[in-house]
């Protein structure tokens, strides 16, 4: 298993500029999250989907971010414009929601953002 | 709402010592609970978890047993190694009316093992 898969690992921009980040969840899994880090405010939830449909978007900071996912086997996070305070490592996670509880998250090795 | 309170760190141990990183826990319900380990670099892996009260999750020598009459969940291990110098995560899964899967972490603890 290839485990969750996020591109590019390392993404360096100017400010003002769109970014897209990218995530693969692992096959099978149909709950996909993503996480924002940093030092001064730690592990963030910013949104997650179920069966491919967002369940809560309250994490995003504000209306620059979106995110989507088109199938079971994509999703993306995008921010335009871009702006200094988006520098973060951002984590995609999936898992497989069995009905009745939650069951593991599995992280992606996550995308180093720098907004210069 | 649901929460997590972890022991502040930056906590700092000699190889081979003792170590206990506390986890308290706020929840509605019955979540299952579980601990998270982010290596320098890395996402978080999963480390153990505990799906109902008296469980005791182990991985790698790393153990926490779920306390219900305490609500916590303390992560211990009888002698920690430079290897597992790391930030830990303890978390709660969102057993609410929806039932989405989503986790509710604590803020991370960093574990500095010296040789």
């Known amino acids: 298993d290839a485990g969750v898969i996020q591109s590019p690992r390392h993404e360096v921009t100017e400010m003002g500029q769109e970014v897209t980040l990218r995530c693969k969840p692992i096959?099978?899994?149909?709950?996909l999250f993503w996480y924002r880090q940093t030092m001064m405010r730690g592990l963030e939830l910013l949104i997650y989907?179920?069966?491919?449909?967002?369940?809560?978007d309250s994490g995003m900071p504000e209306d620059r971010f979106s995110a989507k996912m088109p199938n079971a086997s994509f999703s993306t996070l995008k921010i335009q414009p871009s702006e200094p305070r988006d520098s973060a490592v951002y984590f995609c996670?999936?898992?497989?929601?069995?009905?009745?509880?939650?069951?593991?998250?599995?992280f992606g090795p996550g995308t180093r953002l720098t907004v210069l | 709402g649901d929460s997590v309170t972890q022991m502040e760190g930056p906590v700092t141990l000699s190889e081979e010592a003792c170590l206990t990183i506390?986890?308290?826990?706020?929840?509605?319900?019955?979540?299952?609970l579980f601990w998270y380990v982010q290596y320098p670099g890395e996402g978080l892996q999963l480390l153990l978890k505990?799906?109902?009260?008296?469980d005791k999750g182990s991985n790698k020598g790393f153990e926490a047993t779920y306390r219900k009459e305490t609500t916590s969940f303390h992560l211990e291990k009888g002698s920690v190694q430079v290897s597992d110098s790391a930030v830990y995560f303890c978390?709660?899964?969102?057993?609410?009316?929806?039932?989405?899967?989503?986790?509710?972490f604590g803020q991370g603890t960093t574990l500095q093992v010296k040789p």
């Open positions: 996670a999936s898992s497989y929601l069995i009905g009745g509880g939650t069951d593991t998250q599995y």
């Open positions: 506390n986890c308290t826990y706020t929840a509605t319900g019955y979540p299952s």
């Open positions: 978390a709660l899964s969102d057993r609410g009316s929806s039932n989405t899967g989503k986790l509710i």
């Open positions: 505990a799906t109902k009260a008296d």
């Open positions: 989907f179920n069966n491919n449909v967002p369940i809560d």
């Open positions: 096959s099978g899994h149909n709950s």
